[in-house]
Nanobody, 123 residues
Framework: QVTLVESGGGLVQAGGSLRLSCAAS????????MGWFRQAPGKEREFVAA????????SDTPSMKGRFTISVDSAKNTVYLQMNSLRPEDTATYYC????????????????WGQGTQVTVAS
């Protein structure tokens, strides 16, 4: 059974940083693609970053490019999302997700999801 639990969200001032954590169980990182997605009210869920055994991808959309980093601590079975230079438009619920099979950044292809952690960036 796969379980994903996010933490680390909260309220931060614009320009600040946050590091989100995703504690995973039932997942072997070498066999799964781990992803971070976000969803703001009234908007579709969008890709933020993903990591696999052989690849790492961070969204290159202008709104996120160069500010987010994904990393894995296999010993702790935890995936991190480091977010810097946060902006009010980064306000959203951030979700950790996992999938097996082919590398993909489409949220519809991910099988397992955490409950999400809220990030609010104040201007």
């Amino acid at each position: 059974q796969v379980t994903l639990v996010e933490s680390g969200g909260g309220l931060v001032q614009a320009g600040g940083s946050l590091r989100l954590s995703c504690a995973a169980s039932g997942v072997t990182f070498s066999d799964y693609i781990m992803g971070w997605f976000r969803q703001a009210p009234g908007k579709e869920r969008e890709f933020v970053a993903a990591v696999s055994r052989i690849s790492t991808t961070v969204s290159d959309t202008p709104s996120m490019k160069g500010r987010f980093t994904i990393s894995v601590d296999s010993a702790k079975n935890t995936v991190y999302l480091q977010m810097n230079s946060l902006r009010p438009e980064d306000t959203a619920t951030y979700y950790c997700a996992a999938k097996d099979g082919y590398y993909n950044t489409d949220p519809r292809s991910y099988n397992y999801w955490g409950q999400g952690t809220q990030v609010t960036v104040a201007s």
